[in-house]
């Protein structure tokens, strides 16, 4: 075999024409701990970026203040809505009141004048 070349100890080299890890191991068996080491790099990475942007990894105190007040603020809506609901479902059979009430009206009208049709006239 010969010595190995001056490349970094973290990438792979050559040894005797062969391609080894820095262990003298095979790629095969290097590759696992390789894609291992890569992704607690590139976690180790995005931690790095959310701490530099202000976001933090561990919940605390206010997360959980935030997440309370979230769930708070959407019951609240939700039953403001049904409220609304509620509200609207009474204006409506009020409506449907005055209409029969109308209705019962122009039929006893329509008795005092039995020739008289209904929409004929325009405005």
Not at 19 to 40: H, K, R, S, Y
Not at 102 to 114: D, V
Request: glycine share 6%; net charge negative.
């Amino acid at each position: 075999m010969s010595p190995p070349s001056t490349t970094p100890l973290s990438s792979p080299y050559h040894i005797g024409g062969s391609l080894c890890d820095i262990t003298g191991n095979m790629p095969e068996l290097a590759g696992p701990i390789f894609q291992v080491e890569t992704a607690g790099r590139k976690r180790e990475m995005q931690t790095y970026m959310m701490v530099l942007d202000g976001i933090e990894t561990e919940a605390d105190e206010q997360d959980a203040l935030f997440t309370k007040l979230c769930i708070e603020t959407v019951h609240s809506s939700y039953l403001a809505v049904q409220n609304h609901v509620r509200q609207y479902t009474q204006f409506l059979t009020l409506l449907k009141c005055e209409e029969d009430a109308w209705a019962q009206r122009a039929s006893r009208a329509c008795c005092l004048m039995p020739d008289y049709k209904p929409g004929s006239h325009s405005f």
